[in-house]
C-alpha cells in the first residue's frame, strides 16, 4: 500500500514530543542500560518506563512528551492552523484513506472527551516547533526518522484514545492549543 503520510517508527521503543529549545538536551540511549532498572535514569530508559500513550518526563530545563503503550509508526495530521492536529498511530489499517475522514466523526470527538480518554498538559518551547521523534535516538544526531511540528508557541492539551472500526484500528492523540506562552496575547 501507498503512503501518503511521513510515518515516523521506532526501534521498538517508545516516540517521544520534544521542543526544538530542549532537542539538543536528549540524549535517547546514550548511558543506558538497562530500561527497566529504576536505577538507570538515561534518557531512553526513563522514556521506556512510561507505559501509557501520553507521559511527561524532564529533560534539561524542560519536559519531553512520551508516547507510549503500543507499538506502531506515528504520523502528524495538521489542522492546517498551527494549533493542533492529530498525532495517529498505525496499528492495524487496510488503507491510510480511511484515517482522515476517522479523525473527524462524532464517534472521535465522544471517544477523546470521554472520562477514559488519557490527558496530558504541555508547553512548546518560545519557538513552537516540536520534533517527533524515536526516544532512543539523540536530539543533536538525529537521521532521517524523524519530522518537525509547527505549532505556535504555548500551552497545549494531549487526549489519547484507541479508535477502531472496519479496517482501522489506531491510537488517536489529539494536540490542542489552550493558551498562549505568558505575557503574549496571540
Known amino acids: ?12 521503543g517508545p516516540h517521544l514530543l520534544i521542543a526544538d529549545e530542549q532537542l539538543s538536551h536528549w540524549q535517547g540511549i546514550e548511558r543506558s542500560r538497562d530500561h527497566r532498572d529504576p536505577a538507570d535514569q538515561s534518557d531512553y530508559a526513563r522514556a521506556c518506563r512510561v ?4 507521559g511527561s518526563i524532564a529533560c534539561h530545563q524542560g519536559h519531553a512528551v ?23 498511530q498505525w496499528l492495524g489499517v ?18 477523546l472527551e470521554s472520562s477514559g480518554a488519557e490527558r496530558l498538559e504541555f508547553e512548546t518551547g518560545a519557538s513552537g516547533a516540536m520534533w517527533l521523534i524515536d526516544a532512543s535516538e539523540r536530539g543533536s544526531d538525529l537521521r532521517d526518522n524523524h519530522q518537525a511540528l509547527t505549532l505556535r508557541p504555548g500551552s497545549y492539551l494531549a487526549k ?3 479508535y477502531s472500526s472496519p479496517g482501522l484500528s489506531i491510537v488517536v492523540r489529539e494536540i490542542c492549543r489552550i493558551s498562549p506562552p505568558h505575557g503574549d496575547a496571540s
Not at 500500500?1 to 521498538?12: K, S
Not at 503503550?69 to 492536529?85: H, L, M, T
Open 1 to 12: 500500500m501507498i503512503q501518503t503520510r511521513n510515518w515516523i517508527a521506532t526501534t521498538g
Open 51 to 54: 507505559t501509557t500513550w501520553l
Open 66 to 88: 512520551v508516547l507510549s503503550g503500543d507499538a506502531g509508526d506515528i504520523a502528524w495530521y495538521s489542522d492546517g492552523q498551527d494549533d493542533g492536529g492529530f498525532l495517529v
Open 94 to 111: 487496510d488503507d491510510e484513506r480511511l484515517i482522515e475522514p476517522a479523525l473527524r466523526t462524532p464517534q472521535m470527538r465522544d471517544l
Open 160 to 162: 489519547a484514545a484507541y
